[in-house]
């Protein structure tokens, strides 16, 4: 693993140089036009659960000894609060704001090495499961993309990712934790995948859906084609297929207990002066929903993601790390705010399979979808909100034309690694045939 990383990086010195260049160019945006752009304004950037404004008013709550979620304007996390909200407080707004996005910047930056590394971690397998198979062509062409510092850069280079940061949404730290989970899975490091899943979902909730790739990823290894088989020597005799650790499997779960219980304590600490864990459950959950018909928008709004979860797990469990860009992608379409950081980290996470999706349809039609709905978005909101000379129906058109292409992407997305897998079979040689 090491050796194939480091001729990767070695063979491809361009990626540390454009990932410093992407750095830079937030810290330059943050420190000369900290005003000038403002996008924290954006209902697409920053969100009643994502907003730094918010954050900062929860927090000059508390620090006034009253509960941060009086007032109904703070509805995320006490440890986000608790970590975030010191920055913001007794600071001028320039001075504080350049702090928060120094914070966010170094979670983009991480955010980036890890889904680097995850992408080597996959090549490498896919690299020996293809010999293993003997789908050499296959090897060869998977050899010659650094899908890892590929889907990076993509990462670190996307505008949806740039415009989250500079709006000083708290996305940056969700996708962090989300990321964060699928490497200790792809590692198999059971307690650092357990605290990722549990800190994303603690954060935004939604991640809890992840726990399905995960458990693949930590029972039976990396994604490999054409099914989840592992060929691997034994003693000269044939192959065997690598068993399900059931152990790791139930290690996780354990670990993932003992962070969530670890979770809540912390939050009620943090909240024993002012109210108890309840209002923190409650004020997050009203900030889903209507207070009107409470129960059938939370049912509208949260339980109908869990209709795609088994069927799309049965299909792609030889996959998890794809499996898990797919949940990624589907639960940043249906959750009910979502914003475009959300839409960052699954594109991001989308690079980690450009060699298995290069014959993907419609991948200009989408490119041209994606970037004519966000340019049309702030014009339209502008007409509605600003000059009076739309309505509302024509934000709303725009926001159901990117869910739409959104739906597209996963679609085909799914189709397009299905059909490379069918391709991989067809390509495998009659000895790995009759082996599997």
């Given at each position: 693993?090491?050796e194939?990383?480091?001729?990767?990086?070695?063979?491809h010195?361009?990626?540390?140089?454009s990932a410093?260049?992407?750095i830079?160019?937030?810290l330059v945006?943050i420190?000369?036009f900290p005003?000038?752009?403002n996008?924290?304004?954006?209902?697409?950037?920053?969100t009643?659960i994502?907003?730094?404004?918010r954050?900062?008013?929860?927090y000059?709550l508390?620090?006034?000894?009253?509960?941060p979620y009086?007032?109904?304007m703070?509805h995320?996390?006490?440890?986000l609060?608790?970590i975030?909200g010191p920055?913001?407080?007794d600071?001028g707004?320039g001075?504080?704001?350049?702090?928060?996005?120094?914070?966010?910047?170094?979670?983009?930056?991480?955010?980036?090495i890890l889904?680097?590394?995850?992408?080597?971690l996959?090549?490498v397998?896919?690299?020996?499961?293809?010999?293993s198979?003997?789908?050499?062509?296959?090897?060869?062409?998977s050899?010659?993309f650094p899908a890892g510092?590929?889907?990076a850069l993509?990462?670190?280079?996307?505008?949806?990712?740039?415009i989250t940061?500079?709006?000083?949404?708290?996305s940056?730290?969700e996708n962090?934790?989300i990321?964060l989970?699928l490497y200790?899975?792809?590692?198999?490091l059971?307690p650092l995948?357990?605290?990722?899943?549990v800190?994303?979902?603690?954060?935004?909730?939604y991640?809890?859906?992840?726990?399905?790739p995960?458990?693949l990823?930590i029972?039976?290894?990396?994604?490999?084609p054409?099914?989840?088989?592992f060929?691997?020597?034994n003693?000269?005799?044939?192959?065997?297929?690598?068993n399900?650790s059931?152990?790791?499997?139930?290690l996780?779960?354990?670990?993932?207990?003992v962070?969530a219980?670890?979770?809540?304590?912390?939050?009620?600490?943090?909240?024993?002066?002012?109210?108890?864990?309840?209002?923190m459950f409650?004020?997050?959950?009203f900030?889903?929903?209507?207070d009107?018909f409470?129960?059938?928008?939370?049912i509208?709004?949260?339980i109908n993601?869990?209709?795609?979860?088994l069927?799309?797990?049965i299909?792609?469990?030889h996959?998890?790390?794809?499996l898990?860009?797919?949940y990624?992608?589907?639960?940043?379409i249906l959750?009910?705010?979502?914003?475009v950081?959300?839409?960052a980290?699954?594109?991001?996470?989308?690079g980690?399979?450009?060699n298995a999706?290069?014959d993907?349809?419609?991948s200009?039609f989408?490119?041209?979808?994606?970037?004519?709905t966000?340019?049309?978005?702030?014009?339209?909101?502008?007409?509605?909100?600003?000059?009076?000379?739309?309505?509302?129906?024509?934000?709303?058109?725009?926001?159901?034309?990117?869910a739409c292409?959104?739906?597209i992407?996963v679609?085909?997305?799914v189709?397009?690694?299905?059909?490379?897998d069918?391709?991989?079979?067809k390509?495998?040689?009659?000895?790995?045939k009759?082996?599997q």
């Amino acid at each position: 693993m090491e050796e194939s990383s480091g001729k990767t990086t070695k063979k491809h010195p361009w990626f540390w140089s454009s990932a410093v260049a992407s750095i830079v160019l937030r810290l330059v945006l943050i420190v000369y036009f900290p005003n000038t752009l403002n996008f924290s304004s954006r209902p697409e950037v920053s969100t009643p659960i994502t907003s730094l404004r918010r954050l900062a008013e929860g927090y000059w709550l508390k620090q006034s000894s009253m509960s941060p979620y009086a007032g109904s304007m703070y509805h995320g996390s006490p440890l986000l609060l608790s970590i975030l909200g010191p920055l913001t407080g007794d600071r001028g707004e320039g001075q504080s704001h350049l702090l928060c996005g120094l914070a966010f910047v170094i979670a983009d930056f991480i955010t980036a090495i890890l889904i680097r590394a995850i992408g080597q971690l996959l090549q490498v397998a896919d690299i020996q499961s293809l010999k293993s198979l003997g789908a050499s062509k296959f090897s060869k062409t998977s050899e010659n993309f650094p899908a890892g510092d590929i889907a990076a850069l993509v990462y670190l280079w996307n505008p949806l990712t740039i415009i989250t940061c500079l709006g000083y949404s708290t996305s940056p730290i969700e996708n962090l934790m989300i990321v964060l989970s699928l490497y200790g899975a792809c590692r198999r490091l059971v307690p650092l995948a357990a605290f990722g899943l549990v800190m994303a979902s603690h954060l935004s909730l939604y991640p809890v859906i992840l726990i399905i790739p995960l458990v693949l990823l930590i029972g039976s290894g990396l994604d490999t084609p054409p099914r989840k088989l592992f060929l691997q020597p034994n003693h000269g005799d044939g192959y065997k297929k690598t068993n399900f650790s059931w152990r790791r499997v139930v290690l996780f779960f354990l670990w993932a207990s003992v962070w969530a219980l670890y979770v809540l304590v912390l939050c009620s600490i943090s909240l024993k002066e002012y109210s108890g864990l309840g209002e923190m459950f409650k004020r997050y959950f009203f900030a889903e929903v209507f207070d009107f018909f409470r129960d059938f928008f939370l049912i509208v709004f949260h339980i109908n993601i869990l209709f795609m979860v088994l069927p799309l797990a049965i299909r792609l469990h030889h996959r998890p790390c794809f499996l898990a860009f797919v949940y990624i992608a589907i639960s940043s379409i249906l959750k009910s705010y979502p914003s475009v950081g959300d839409s960052a980290l699954y594109l991001g996470l989308l690079g980690l399979f450009v060699n298995a999706l290069a014959d993907m349809q419609f991948s200009f039609f989408l490119f041209s979808g994606y970037l004519g709905t966000l340019l049309l978005s702030p014009v339209m909101h502008n007409l509605w909100i600003w000059r009076g000379t739309g309505n509302a129906n024509f934000y709303f058109a725009t926001a159901m034309a990117y869910a739409c292409f959104q739906i597209i992407l996963v679609v085909e997305s799914v189709s397009s690694m299905l059909n490379h897998d069918r391709a991989l079979k067809k390509g495998a040689t009659p000895v790995a045939k009759k082996i599997q």
